[in-house]
């Protein structure tokens, strides 16, 4: 996904944005370009800072999809059902997912992962 698909797709699951004023949204644009120039492996949070958080969070299972979706949700402060929302995703799909009863599949994973400001592929 090159940046500026990201911005547009930002944008687009985004659309309070719009009401920022001028200046703050261009640092989240700033730190949007940052973020698609980590490498593939990179994420915003470390994997020892995600070991920790899912300790804290008395998470079972250690680091898996389920138990990552469901740290990186609650980091955000995000509920299910606004998570749902943001991502067009049944609430019900989320729960499953975070149960490990539902895979997460790439797509989903790409559009979570940006919503929650990690790599998608810590979700698969």
């Given at each position: 996904?090159?940046?500026?698909?990201?911005?547009?797709?930002?944008?687009?699951?985004?659309?309070?944005?719009?009401?920022?004023?001028?200046?703050?949204?261009?640092?989240?644009?700033?730190?949007?370009?940052?973020?698609?120039?980590?490498?593939?492996?990179?994420?915003?949070?470390?994997?020892?800072?995600?070991?920790?958080?899912?300790?804290?969070?008395?998470?079972?299972?250690?680091?898996?999809?389920a138990n990552s979706l469901k740290a990186y949700r609650l980091r955000q402060n995000l509920t299910q059902q606004e998570?749902?929302?943001?991502?067009?995703?049944?609430?019900?799909?989320?729960?499953?997912?975070?149960?490990?009863?539902?895979?997460?599949g790439l797509k989903s994973a790409k559009k979570l992962g940006l919503i929650l400001h990690c790599n998608y592929k810590?979700?698969?």
């Amino acid at each position: 996904m090159t940046t500026l698909s990201m911005l547009k797709n930002v944008k687009r699951l985004f659309p309070e944005l719009k009401q920022l004023p001028k200046a703050k949204l261009q640092v989240v644009e700033d730190a949007l370009v940052y973020a698609a120039g980590l490498g593939p492996d990179e994420g915003l949070i470390s994997e020892e800072e995600n070991k920790q958080l899912l300790k804290k969070l008395g998470l079972k299972g250690g680091i898996n999809p389920a138990n990552s979706l469901k740290a990186y949700r609650l980091r955000q402060n995000l509920t299910q059902q606004e998570l749902a929302r943001r991502a067009n995703i049944p609430q019900s799909n989320i729960s499953a997912m975070e149960k490990g009863t539902r895979p997460i599949g790439l797509k989903s994973a790409k559009k979570l992962g940006l919503i929650l400001h990690c790599n998608y592929k810590k979700l698969v």
